[in-house]
């Protein structure tokens, strides 16, 4: 199976900071049509997994343009450019080339 | 807009069985592939199993491949998840999942329903 490992595990941020989350997995994410499916999700409390990200930079609808994706290869980061109190929950990556399709462990935001 | 309604989660002894469901509205569903991912208490998330429009192309994770099947009722716009040989290790919240565009891509999500397995 892919192995996607997050880092760091835990993030502390200050409101108004940056915040960056690293995502790389065990093998590269090109599939055989040249899409790279790699996807980035926030899950806050309570709630069900919300996409914020897909094919690792296309933004979802709705989401906060404070929110971008980038990478390439086995090598991916979401970043938030100045965190907000409702950014606070759990950012997990997934890779949907390589069937299982995997998700990383997740990365937990929280508040300074 | 997509709209994804979970059901049929409880509390089951291990060995049994559970058959969960999800209704989806607000999108074609035999167009589409659909899918199943599941989430331990205070865990991350897994993957169980896809299937087409037509529900010829359906694959599972192997955690639950010959235990679990995935089947759809485009009639009635529902998906649904037969559970058998449960086992404790299964007690999770599972979520419907979709995508109108590419399944992979994971856009759509219901609320999850609980199921627990427990003697």
């Known amino acids: 199976d892919v192995m996607m490992t997050q880092s760091p595990l835990s993030l502390p941020v200050t409101l108004g900071q940056p915040a960056s989350i690293s995502c790389r997995s065990s093998?590269?994410?090109?599939?055989?049509?040249?899409?790279?499916?790699l996807s980035w999700f926030q899950q806050r409390p309570g709630q069900s997994p919300r996409r914020l990200i897909y094919k690792v930079s296309n933004r979802d609808s709705g989401v906060p343009d404070r929110f971008s994706g980038s990478g390439s290869g086995t090598d991916f980061t979401l970043k938030i450019s100045r965190v907000e109190a409702e950014d606070v929950g759990v950012y997990y990556c997934?890779?949907?080339?390589?069937?299982?399709?995997?998700f990383g462990q997740g990365t937990k935001v929280d508040i300074k | 807009q997509v709209h994804l309604v979970e059901s049929g989660g409880g509390l089951v002894k291990p060995g049994g069985s559970l058959r969960l469901s999800c209704a989806a509205s607000g999108f074609t569903f035999s167009d589409n592939y659909m899918a199943w991912i599941r989430q331990a208490p205070g865990k991350g998330l897994e993957w169980l199993s896809y299937?087409?429009?037509?529900?010829?192309?359906?694959n599972y994770a192997d955690s639950v491949r010959g235990r679990f099947t995935i089947s759809r009722d485009n009639a009635q716009n529902s998906l649904y998840l037969q559970m058998n040989s449960l086992r404790v290790e299964d007690t999770a919240v599972y979520y419907c999942?979709?995508?109108?565009?590419?399944?992979?891509?994971?856009?759509?999500w219901g609320q999850g329903t609980l199921v627990t397995v427990s003697s």
């Open positions: 093998q590269g994410l090109v599939y055989e049509d040249g899409s790279t499916f």
């Open positions: 999942v979709g995508d109108v565009s590419q399944i992979r891509n994971a856009g759509d």
């Open positions: 997934m890779q949907a080339t390589h069937w299982p399709w995997t």
């Open positions: 299937i087409d429009g037509t529900s010829s192309d359906t």
